[in-house]
């Protein structure tokens, strides 16, 4: 197993290469730029009255927005964005800062892209992990109990509750709570902007920790309503293959009980897949689908400081998040693979040459 870490160790850099190229490359050709916005906002115009820059800003040419502007103020901008230089030559220096973590500072911020990651993940961890822990919490004991009453009405009425629960999108759920909860018509139990109140440094440690859950619910709430579908016929579906194994049937001939079968021969193997998609499972719902409940709720995370970093052009910020969440992902992927083999050591990734 050993030889098998240090090969995928091994890969971990060279995949987050070819990811950073892809992805520069696209960057490059995407139309608009920095300097163009610059220029627009200057210029008292907006982003399209500018044209554009050859290769998304890589190579300066005339700008019809900057007509009127003195050249020496052009090339100054351009020089501060250092587009002045080829686009391979400022990938190799990009590359070379991330190797030392270092990303740089934001284009329209003047702040370090380190300290914006640290600002915003606050937000973020707190939606991803509690949605993940509930997610879990509830969606493993729904999957066992739908499998140990398979084809009953219980069954049968909890699939179309979750089945529901999952056609319903995140934002218009999180827009319904608001109406109902946040003072939107009805009732006003919870908070509606941001993740503690504006007086939270004078609070008791009760009272913070009391408002920051209450803040937390509306939004977590939305995130986890349709996120119970995939875990729990998952689990169902890993328990229903376990319990018609011949094991299982030998088990409850020796007159073991019920619970002993399930949770002491089935649980151990039914859990294998679920438990191994942990990791990935708290990434995709940490960095992935929460813009617009962050929107909506006025949470200032890490989705909406993606999306204003890509709509402005803020590459640092484009770069060193892709840079450092890749790298977090491929280390959880290879994480993943090593609960597989805890969780059951018959399962060696080393013997099958992977």
Known sequence: MI?????????????????????????????????????ARVKGMTHDTGSRV????GETITYRGAQGLDPAFLKEITHQFGFDRPPGERFVSMMGHYLRFDFGKSFYRDVSVVDLLLEKMPVSVSLGLWS?????????????????????????????AVIVGHAIPSFLFAIVLIVLFAGGKYLAWFPLRGLTSP????????????????????PVTALVIGGFAGLTMLTKN???????????VTARAKGLTENRVLYGHVFRNAMLLVIAGFPSAL?????????????????D??????????????????????????????????????????????????????
């Open 3 to 39: 030889a098998y870490v240090v090969r995928r160790l091994a890969l971990i850099p060279l995949t987050l290469f070819g990811i950073m190229v892809v992805n520069f490359a696209v960057a490059q050709l995407a139309p608009g730029g920095p300097v163009d916005l610059m220029v």
């Open 54 to 57: 050859a290769g998304g800003g």
């Open 132 to 160: 993940t822990l509930i997610i879990y919490l509830v969606s493993v004991p729904l999957g066992i109990a739908k499998a140990v009453r398979d084809g009953s009405r219980f069954d049968i009425l909890s699939s179309w």
């Open 199 to 218: 007086d939270w440094q004078q609070m008791s440690w009760f009272g913070r920790i009391f408002d920051y859950l209450r803040h937390l619910v509306l």
């Open 238 to 248: 890993c328990f229903l293959e376990e319990i018609n194994k011949q094991y299982v």
């Open 283 to 299: 990434v995709g719902i940490l960095f992935t689908g929460a813009l617009l409940i962050e929107i909506i709720f006025s949470l």
């Open 301 to 354: 995370g890490i989705g909406l400081l993606g999306y204003e970093a890509v709509v402005n052009r803020d590459y640092p910020v484009m770069f060193g998040t892709l840079y450092m969440f890749s790298l977090l992902g491929l280390v959880l992927n290879l994480i993943s693979d090593l609960t597989y083999h805890f969780v059951d050591p018959r399962i060696d990734f080393e013997t099958r040459g992977m």
